[in-house]
Nanobody, 117 residues
């Protein structure tokens, strides 16, 4: 199983980006999918997560600006990021609890998001 993240880049403050993360391999289903981020000199933190039924949770710092969604048929999770701020600058990692013959946590490789002021 692999999680492949894409969509990062450089954007000005106030701009938008959309991250995608596609899971591939012998997947039966995916339970929770989430996005984490790690800024310079900071610990990795949860940004948003979405359950298999669509329930969502967000970090307070991104509520009202970011939206997490998923396409179960494509085993893909998205993060729409609007009204970006310089403090959103970080490497963003996708995460999934994947069911194959077992249940295991997987991480994507990370995608850099840089927001300039």
């Amino acid at each position: 199983v692999q999680l492949q993240a894409s969509g990062g880049g450089l954007v000005q403050a106030g701009g938008s980006l959309r991250l995608s993360c596609a899971a591939s391999g012998s997947i039966f289903s995916i339970n929770v999918m989430a996005w984490y981020r790690q800024g310079p000199g900071k610990q990795r933190e949860l940004v948003a997560r979405i359950g298999s039924g669509g329930s969502t949770n967000y970090a307070d710092s991104v509520k009202g600006r970011f939206t997490i969604s998923r396409d179960n048929a494509k085993n893909t999770v998205y993060l729409q990021m609007n009204s970006l701020k310089p403090e959103d600058t970080a490497v963003y990692y996708c995460y999934g609890v994947v069911v194959t013959t077992t249940v295991y946590d997987y991480w994507g490789q990370g995608t850099q998001v840089t927001v300039s002021s």
